[in-house]
């Protein structure tokens, strides 16, 4: 019982400090250390030792692959170069030269218990870094660049530590490290690419959400065991298999499936992320408890702990400006003000802390090893993760640009709706009902609610709003009368069940895009989507007509939602949105191919030939 209890009121923490920190407007795995760190001095409270198993185990495997099923696989290959410079190299580097320090200042230690300790402290947690990555709003190439190096960079520091435990005990030669690393690397990849291919194959076949998901949460764990027990990497298997099943996502599961899947590793990942934080500063009780009783002067550990911290934050700055700014990988470099992010946003997690706890009990001043990593998980986090918002703001440095977002979803949802009607005119059917009008209506809305989110008129609805507004409030009074039916027992328990839920997937579905537009409307809307095609090079952006108007409208009495204007004879005319769709009527009269949004403070430009927009 009192296990219950403690599990509940650490939920029931981690709920809370994580509405405090977005009132606060601080990342709340910063806020849940802190909390953890006072908790750990309450008077009452258990004692709460992290063991290495339940992290490496129990934690891991599914933070892992909770954020490798989220990982764009194609953005992840793309920055390849920089993440496995990043994820092995700088590793291994941060590991010999925290040895290198370490040694110089224990020497009773021995070089391979300062490696050791090195090779704990040297991988940035993809929890830690990504959540205060996204919380502040990082370009997407910085993000995805932490997230690729968070996702590999715990294999190499974990085989780094168990070739120098190996040599702690003398069971290991020089030249069985490489050949080591390799098989871990290489099994590892082979394992999770294995367990990728048989849960494919086992999707295709599953069309039950509950069970593909079930599938889903076995999955890193087996990936896991089953590395680590041929001695590869379980964390290499588990990011294999959860990058390939992610990509694959939407050939080889159902759309209920995926859905499924998403909410419920979500709600996990957020659960076991913020609980994590919480651990690490209930640690610090028990830590500074066998600190002091250690053979070393105060001062000497002190000073240990802080150049720990600071070799760990000076090697990784000057690795990412040598390596990701003054070489071009790719043609591509990162600019110098990103370099500077990559760099600080290097926090440390809850792995560093329970990679600690495998170094041998028998160990030279282990303790000591204990405090030195809780000062640079907790060093890191408070220092770098406090000071990363100020820095971007400083810097200068973009967030992704909602304008750019909204644009370039609208763009792809036209192709896409495109692509469904040139399968339309292919198939063959005997419409009696007007089925086809149907189908063309709802794939009209969907495209035209993403274009409406661009509309620059101010305290004016969209049609797209206002469907969505009427809708909605429909929705609540046969949801209100659902639940009366059921209060009387007058229909059966499963078929309320079935319509509410028909009821909630379509109101999920409306999308009043009030704050979306708001968010839009921030600044200059331009976009470079690196595709065009000989319209969209024939025909630049030009400066629009002063105060446009579409003149089809005004003689038609009808309203228009937003404008756009011919490249090629500077006509004016609504968008499809609009009542009359006169700008697209013109193309299909006239042929010109390019046309311009008309709107302020918008310079994008679309083709109607080839469906493309720049």
Same mark, same amino acid.
């Given at each position: 019982?009192? *296990?219950?209890?403690?599990?509940? @009121?650490?939920? #029931?923490?981690?709920? #809370?400090?994580?509405? $405090?920190?977005?009132?606060?407007?601080?990342?709340?795995?910063?806020?849940?250390?802190?909390?953890?760190?006072?908790?750990?001095?309450?008077?009452?409270?258990?004692?709460?030792?992290?063991? @290495?198993?339940?992290? *490496?185990?129990?934690?891991?495997?599914?933070?892992?692959?909770?954020?490798?099923?989220?990982?764009?696989?194609?953005?992840?290959?793309?920055?390849?170069?920089?993440?496995?410079?990043?994820?092995?190299?700088?590793?291994?580097?941060?590991?010999?030269?925290?040895?290198?320090?370490?040694?110089?200042?224990? +020497?009773?230690?021995?070089?391979?218990?300062?490696?050791?300790?090195?090779?704990?402290?040297?991988?940035?947690?993809?929890?830690?870094?990504?959540?205060?990555?996204?919380?502040?709003?990082?370009?997407?190439?910085?993000?995805?660049?932490?997230?690729?190096?968070?996702?590999?960079?715990?294999?190499?520091?974990?085989?780094?530590?168990?070739?120098?435990?190996?040599?702690?005990?003398?069971?290991?030669?020089?030249?069985?490290?490489?050949?080591?690393?390799?098989?871990?690397?290489?099994?590892?990849?082979?394992?999770?690419?294995?367990?990728?291919?048989?849960?494919?194959?086992?999707? =295709?076949?599953?069309?039950?959400?509950?069970?593909?998901?079930?599938?889903?949460?076995?999955?890193?764990?087996?990936?896991?065991?089953?590395? !680590?027990?041929?001695?590869?990497?379980?964390?290499?298997?588990?990011?294999?298999?959860?990058?390939?099943?992610? &990509?694959?996502?939407?050939?080889?599961?159902?759309?209920?499936?995926? $859905?499924?899947? =998403?909410?419920?590793?979500?709600?996990?990942?957020?659960?076991?992320?913020?609980?994590?934080?919480?651990?690490?500063?209930?640690?610090?009780?028990?830590?500074?408890?066998?600190?002091? !009783?250690?053979?070393?002067?105060?001062?000497?550990?002190?000073?240990?702990?802080?150049?720990?911290?600071?070799?760990?934050?000076?090697?990784?700055?000057? /690795?990412?400006?040598?390596?990701?700014?003054?070489?071009?990988?790719?043609?591509?470099?990162?600019?110098?003000? /990103?370099?500077?992010?990559?760099?600080?946003?290097?926090?440390?997690?809850?792995?560093?802390? #329970?990679?600690?706890?495998?170094?041998?009990?028998?160990?030279? &001043? =282990?303790?000591?090893?204990?405090?030195?990593?809780?000062?640079?998980?907790?060093?890191?986090?408070?220092?770098?993760?406090?000071?990363?918002? *100020?820095?971007?703001?400083?810097?200068?440095?973009?967030? +992704?640009?909602?304008?750019?977002?909204?644009?370039?979803?609208?763009? *792809?949802?036209?192709?896409?709706?495109?692509?469904?009607?040139?399968?339309?005119?292919?198939? !063959?059917?005997?419409?009696?009902?007007?089925?086809?009008?149907?189908?063309?209506?709802?794939?009209?809305?969907?495209?035209?609610?993403?274009?409406?989110?661009?509309?620059?008129?101010?305290?004016? !609805?969209?049609?797209?709003?206002?469907?969505?507004?009427?809708?909605?409030?429909?929705?609540?009074?046969?949801? #209100?009368?659902?639940?009366?039916?059921?209060?009387?027992?007058?229909?059966?328990?499963?078929?309320?069940?079935?319509?509410?839920?028909?009821?909630?997937?379509?109101?999920?579905?409306?999308?009043?895009?009030?704050?979306?537009?708001?968010?839009?409307?921030?600044?200059?809307?331009?976009?470079?989507?690196?595709?065009?095609?000989?319209?969209?090079?024939?025909?630049?952006?030009?400066?629009?007509?002063?105060?446009?108007?579409?003149?089809?409208?005004?003689?038609?009495?009808? =309203?228009?939602?937003?404008?756009?204007?011919?490249?090629?004879?500077?006509?004016?005319?609504?968008?499809?949105?609009?009542?009359?769709?006169?700008?697209?009527?013109?193309?299909?009269?006239?042929?010109?191919?390019?046309?311009?949004?008309?709107?302020?403070?918008?310079?994008?430009?679309?083709?109607?030939?080839?469906?493309?927009?720049?």
């Amino acid at each position: 019982m009192e *296990l219950a209890l403690l599990l509940v @009121s650490m939920a #029931a923490v981690v709920l #809370a400090a994580t509405a $405090i920190s977005e009132r606060l407007h601080v990342p709340a795995p910063l806020l849940l250390v802190v909390v953890g760190a006072a908790a750990s001095y309450l008077p009452g409270l258990p004692t709460i030792h992290l063991e @290495s198993e339940v992290v *490496l185990l129990g934690l891991l495997p599914p933070l892992l692959y909770a954020a490798a099923i989220q990982t764009s696989l194609v953005d992840f290959n793309a920055n390849r170069g920089s993440i496995l410079r990043l994820s092995v190299v700088l590793v291994i580097v941060t590991a010999l030269a925290v040895g290198a320090v370490v040694q110089w200042l224990v +020497p009773d230690l021995g070089w391979a218990a300062s490696i050791a300790i090195g090779a704990v402290v040297a991988p940035p947690d993809a929890v830690a870094a990504t959540a205060v990555a996204k919380r502040i709003g990082l370009p997407r190439r910085v993000v995805t660049i932490l997230e690729g190096e968070s996702l590999l960079n715990d294999a190499t520091a974990l085989v780094a530590l168990r070739t120098a435990i190996a040599f702690i005990s003398g069971s290991v030669a020089v030249m069985d490290v490489g050949i080591d690393f390799v098989r871990a690397a290489g099994g590892g990849a082979l394992i999770g690419f294995a367990f990728f291919w048989v849960v494919a194959k086992l999707r =295709r076949r599953i069309t039950d959400p509950l069970m593909d998901t079930g599938i889903s949460f076995l999955t890193p764990f087996a990936s896991y065991v089953a590395a !680590e027990e041929v001695h590869a990497s379980g964390v290499i298997a588990v990011v294999v298999a959860g990058l390939l099943l992610g &990509h694959k996502a939407p050939i080889i599961q159902t759309a209920q499936s995926r $859905i499924t899947e =998403r909410i419920t590793w979500g709600t996990v990942a957020f659960m076991l992320e913020n609980t994590v934080f919480l651990l690490i500063g209930l640690q610090l009780d028990w830590i500074l408890e066998d600190v002091s !009783e250690s053979s070393l002067e105060p001062g000497r550990i002190v000073l240990v702990c802080g150049m720990t911290l600071l070799t760990v934050v000076v090697v990784r700055m000057g /690795w990412v400006f040598s390596t990701l700014l003054f070489r071009r990988f790719g043609g591509n470099p990162l600019p110098a003000s /990103w370099t500077f992010l990559v760099g600080w946003a290097g926090m440390r997690g809850v792995v560093t802390l #329970a990679a600690a706890f495998v170094i041998p009990e028998e160990t030279e &001043h =282990r303790e000591l090893l204990l405090l030195m990593a809780f000062t640079v998980v907790a060093g890191t986090l408070l220092i770098q993760g406090l000071s990363l918002p *100020l820095l971007t703001r400083l810097l200068g440095v973009p967030s +992704p640009d909602p304008a750019e977002d909204a644009l370039a979803r609208a763009a *792809l949802l036209q192709q896409a709706a495109d692509a469904g009607f040139h399968k339309l005119k292919e198939l !063959e059917y005997d419409d009696q009902h007007g089925v086809v009008e149907q189908i063309r209506a709802r794939l009209d809305q969907r495209t035209f609610a993403a274009w409406e989110q661009l509309a620059t008129a101010t305290g004016e !609805e969209t049609p797209s709003e206002l469907y969505a507004r009427i809708r909605g409030e429909m929705i609540d009074a046969e949801r #209100a009368k659902v639940l009366l039916v059921r209060s009387k027992g007058k229909a059966p328990s499963d078929v309320v069940r079935q319509v509410l839920g028909m009821l909630d997937i379509e109101e999920s579905m409306l999308d009043a895009g009030t704050s979306a537009r708001e968010s839009v409307r921030t600044g200059s809307l331009t976009i470079n989507t690196g595709r065009s095609c000989d319209d969209l090079d024939t025909h630049p952006a030009i400066e629009t007509v002063a105060d446009p108007v579409c003149q089809t409208c005004l003689d038609d009495g009808t =309203r228009w939602v937003s404008l756009r204007q011919c490249l090629e004879c500077g006509h004016v005319g609504c968008c499809d949105s609009s009542i009359g769709k006169h700008a697209t009527a013109h193309f299909h009269e006239s042929l010109h191919p390019v046309m311009q949004s008309a709107e302020p403070d918008e310079s994008w430009r679309w083709c109607y030939v080839h469906n493309l927009t720049a």
